[in-house]
């Protein structure tokens, strides 16, 4: 895996208050020196490295050690992939581990709520990965370009979602924020897919056309959102997403990433292995 | 995979008010016509055959399909095997489709409620497979052999379980208990390697063998538990533990058939696909 990235995605996919969306091709793959076949190589490598790491972390929020979490949170235009990452990347870790929540359109009762409302009640436990399939982000995505509230709401989000996530951090959460970044052209190609193909139509809607048709305004809500809410705790990360093949296995390389920095190792036994093993023989 | 089950496990496992836990050989691998090799072929086979079912299934239940859900329960001596259930049958399942809930020792919170109190609100939602290791069975069974609660209320329990599934299954949830049946040899070698091995540490705790001391106690309080709430509408099933492959491709099988019996269809497109197609090309 380490011969695979020349530079490792975090570093070269990190977006800050300059990001400008128009200026990264979707349909590159940064820092990754392979090609389709080598990126399933590599992600089925990842799968173990990744399913150890998480292993490890969640052993240890049990037996004394970190009790931190990891909170991925997946955002991007219809077929962007963020289902196929939650499929392929976050499926490889052990079902015990994870914390999978898909925000959809607010409730009545969520919407009678301060918008992070809903998002707390979803963060990931101790030692959990937590996944988020769209987030509080909409409420400065969508939420900007269909009016859904004022121009001064949307401004006092940008602070709200930063002192949030700075909350997160300090309580011990690592949070990785990836936009996959889906090209106009390839999102009217995967839109034409889910039609041809039966087994796909669940998966369309026609509204999404609608908000194909908004196009430019959403780059532009995600590129503001970026500029504003990317902080060194809590870093945003532009994922070209116009092939799959690397959008996973940059998402799954970040994923590793964030859980080896926190160096989490195999608890040490907190009994006398020793007198454990005398007792069990006894038995 | 039909020709490596002789006779499906759900037929052959099955375990009703007459059960004998001691006349169940927890090393056979009943109606598995093959060996460890031959179950590891059947059960990566059976990771496509699942997750196309779970996706049908969950993809109906989010257009006017089939609104039920799916609920496994696992229960077992520690060792048994139920994280590994977990990790390599419920595993091949797409995340977003799974409801995985560990239930521990209960919080203060939980013991001033009824025993289901808690478990109602893991339940799974439409569409979503819903995974309990250990469960309300712990509640006769732990709470019967270490006299938690009274004898009274201990009876009382069979009868509510009961009528708690039967509701369930009647609210469209199909429910699959499994017990995973492990012999007292194979925990005592299971028990040592968890010594044995440093990074497995972590998963022993000195108070197992004090349930182990219980071993009789348990089998008994099990078995009691099979006889006095296996319905037609929620039965049992008595999974031979000792094998590791044997247990994980019995469970992928039951989980298989509980979902294909639902027979889950793609869901229809509730649009006019050629119009979407029409304007699609027009973005």
Redesign the interface.
């Known amino acids: 895996m380490a011969t695979t990235w020349t530079t490792p995605p975090s570093e070269l996919l990190r977006a800050d208050s300059d990001v400008d969306l128009a200026a990264i091709d979707p349909s590159s793959s940064p820092g990754f020196a392979g090609d389709k076949q080598d990126a399933a190589r590599a992600l089925e490598a990842g799968r173990e490295t990744l399913g150890d790491l998480q292993e490890?972390f969640f052993?240890?929020s049990?037996?004394g050690g970190d009790t931190g979490s990891v909170l991925l949170v997946l955002q991007g235009m219809d077929t962007a992939g963020k289902?196929g990452i939650?499929?392929h990347v976050?499926?490889a870790?052990?079902?015990?581990g994870?914390a999978?929540h898909?925000f959809k359109a607010p409730t009545e009762e969520e919407l009678a709520h301060d918008f992070l409302w809903r998002v707390r009640r979803e963060l990931p436990g101790p030692g959990t990965i937590g996944?988020f399939?769209r987030s509080h982000y909409e409420d400065v995505l969508i939420g900007k370009v269909r009016r859904l509230a004022s121009p001064d709401e949307i401004e006092r989000r940008y602070g709200a979602i930063v002192d949030f996530e700075r909350e997160l951090v300090d309580q011990g959460t690592t949070v990785v924020k990836v936009m996959l970044h889906l090209s106009s052209d390839e999102q009217?190609s995967r839109?034409?897919d889910r039609?041809d193909r039966?087994?796909k139509?669940?998966?369309?809607?026609?509204g999404d056309?609608d908000e194909?048709?908004l196009w430019n305004d959403y780059q532009e809500a995600y590129q503001t959102a970026i500029r504003r809410t990317s902080t060194d705790e809590a870093p945003w990360y532009v994922v070209p997403a116009d092939r799959k093949w690397y959008a996973r296995v940059a998402v799954q390389r970040l994923l590793i990433d964030a859980l080896a920095a926190r160096r989490p190792v195999?608890?040490?036994?907190e009994?006398d292995?020793e007198l454990?093993?005398i007792?069990?023989a006894s038995?």
Do not use: C, F, I, S
């Not at 139509?201 to 026609?206: A, E, G, I, S, V």
């Not at 195999?266 to 036994?269: L, R």
């Open positions: 490890r052993a240890g049990r037996h289902g939650v499929r976050v499926g870790v052990d079902p015990q994870v999978h898909a996944v399939d009217r839109l034409r039609l039966p087994e139509h669940w998966k369309y809607n026609p056309l194909r048709l195999w608890p040490a036994a009994y292995v454990e093993r007792r069990l038995t």
